[in-house]
């Protein structure tokens, strides 16, 4: 059984900066591809940042670019999402999420991830 767990989360003022991680169990962790989503109160979820299984491959949502992350650790079994420059708009929910995928493909799709964890919640005060 595949587990993912985010911590990190919190409150942080304006222009603050935060690190999210994802620890994965269950499975090899070099075989997922991994994304970071985020979902705010009355809004869908949406599309951050991903990263490919060796870490040479790393997209971001247009809203984050230049502020935010990410990378991981395969020795660690992590994934980190370092936030930069908080934005009162960044405050959300953030999900960790992974398939199992070798390739560098871009992935922003909800349904193209096929494990989740909790969510951790990021507040951002302005």
């Known amino acids: 059984q595949v587990l993912l767990v985010e911590s990190g989360g919190g409150l942080v003022q304006a222009g603050g900066s935060l690190r999210l991680s994802c620890v994965a169990s269950?499975?090899?962790?070099?075989?997922?591809?991994m994304g970071w989503f985020r979902q705010a109160p009355g809004k869908e979820r949406e599309f951050v940042a991903a990263?490919?299984?060796?870490?040479?491959?790393?997209y971001y949502a247009d809203s984050v670019k230049g502020r935010f992350t990410i990378s991981r650790d395969n020795a660690k079994n992590t994934v980190y999402l370092q936030m930069n420059s908080l934005k009162p708009e960044d405050t959300a929910v953030y999900y960790c999420?992974?398939?199992?995928?070798?390739?560098?493909?871009?992935?922003?799709?909800?349904?193209?991830?096929?494990?989740w964890g909790q969510g951790t919640q990021v507040t951002v005060s302005s």
């Open positions: 999420a992974a398939r199992v995928d070798y390739s560098s493909t871009y992935y922003t799709r909800i349904t193209q991830y096929t494990y």
């Open positions: 990263i490919s299984w060796a870490g040479g491959s790393t």
């Open positions: 269950g499975r090899t962790f070099r075989s997922f591809y």
